[in-house]
């Protein structure tokens, strides 16, 4: 499964979902995937947040560019894993972002 849809700005970035007019917050993303991940898939989502629990495995954290999260759900698809939901959150600020950086 290829991801090479999604909506784009013109300096390659992911766009936020309609509906955010201008918000300022870094975009992110949660990719929910079926099963209980172990330590071991944890490297595959490097700079992800991994919540485990009720079955399910929630990947939460910011998405870079274009091509982030499709390698991301490419990476769900190689490791055979069961794509629950996705979708776009805004992330609080860091002090990178907070400063202007």
Do not use: C
């Amino acid at each position: 499964m290829r991801w090479s849809h999604l909506p784009q700005a013109d300096d390659g970035r992911v766009m936020p979902p309609k509906g955010s007019h201008g918000a300022k917050l870094p975009l992110g993303y949660q990719i929910i995937v079926r099963g209980e991940l172990s330590r071991r898939h944890r490297t595959a989502f490097e700079g992800m947040t991994l919540v485990v629990g009720n079955g399910q495995t929630t990947i939460t954290g910011p998405v870079l560019d274009q091509n982030h999260l499709p390698g991301l759900l490419d990476r769900v698809d190689d490791l055979d894993l069961e794509l629950v939901g996705i979708k776009a959150i805004a992330l609080p600020p860091t002090s990178d972002t907070a400063n202007g950086t």
